[in-house]
């Protein structure tokens, strides 16, 4: 079973540029999620989709960030400008479902950002 | 606000040893689920444990979830050079979504 699969893996940028990942989940997953992750923190859940509607995107900065996920299946995370504190690693996970939880999720390699 | 903190931030043991984490969090919860991450595997699912169980095992895994003390530990038995990696417990908690910790990095010496 191929796992999920993120784009680019690097990407280094210049303040106030924009920037774009994609994020392809495991077929049939319906449930997909962001995570930024900084050096040394944990995953911060950005947005929760499941199938085309967004579950909790409570910590998504909406001035900068945005998400879709087209047909319920590949998502696109953009930021929109870009700040130094954005530079960090964006981890795309799916997971079967969303119920309260009980699926565990899976996570892709990641997106590393890196800005100027 | 962070929901589980893991204890100790970083652990280092032999091979053969054992080595346990905590994670303690501070509303009521759903489930908590461990998580593995390293440079070669990304971060990868260990196990779940539901707010109704109080101790799950897996391989080599144990772990127990006390709610009274809002709580969970992870004991890895016998371990192995390739258990080096960061550790994190996350949360599923009612009106709020899914919340990891800041993680504890195992060194795993040989």
């Known amino acids: 079973e191929a796992g999920v699969a993120q784009s680019p893996r690097y990407k280094i940028i210049e303040k106030r540029q924009s920037v774009a990942f994609w994020c392809n989940p495991i077929s049939g997953h319906a449930t997909l999620y962001w995570y930024q992750q900084i050096l040394g923190q944990g995953p911060k859940l950005l947005i929760q989709?499941?199938?085309?509607?967004?579950?909790?995107d409570s910590q998504l900065p909406k001035d900068r960030f945005s998400a879709e996920r087209l047909k319920g299946v590949d998502s696109t995370l953009k930021i929109q400008p870009a700040k130094l504190e954005d530079s960090a690693v964006y981890l795309c996970a799916s997971s079967l479902e969303w119920r309260g939880g009980l699926n565990e999720q899976f996570f892709g390699p990641g997106t590393r950002l890196t800005v100027l | 606000s962070q929901q589980g903190e893991e204890d100790p931030q970083a652990l280092s043991i032999q091979e053969g040893e054992n080595a346990t984490m905590n994670c303690s969090y501070k509303?009521?919860?759903?489930?908590l689920q461990w998580y593995r991450q390293n440079s070669g595997r990304g971060l990868v699912h260990l196990i779940l444990?539901?707010?109704?169980?109080r101790e799950k095992h897996s391989g080599r895994l144990r772990v127990t979830l006390d709610t009274s003390k809002k709580s969970s530990s992870l004991l890895i038995t016998a371990s192995r050079a390739a258990d080096t990696a960061s550790y994190f417990c996350a949360t599923d908690a009612p009106n709020q979504n899914f919340v990891f910790g800041p993680g504890t990095r195992l060194s795993v010496l040989p």
């Open positions: 989709f499941q199938n085309n509607g967004v579950v909790d």
């Open positions: 444990i539901r707010s109704n169980e």
């Open positions: 509303t009521s919860i759903n489930n």
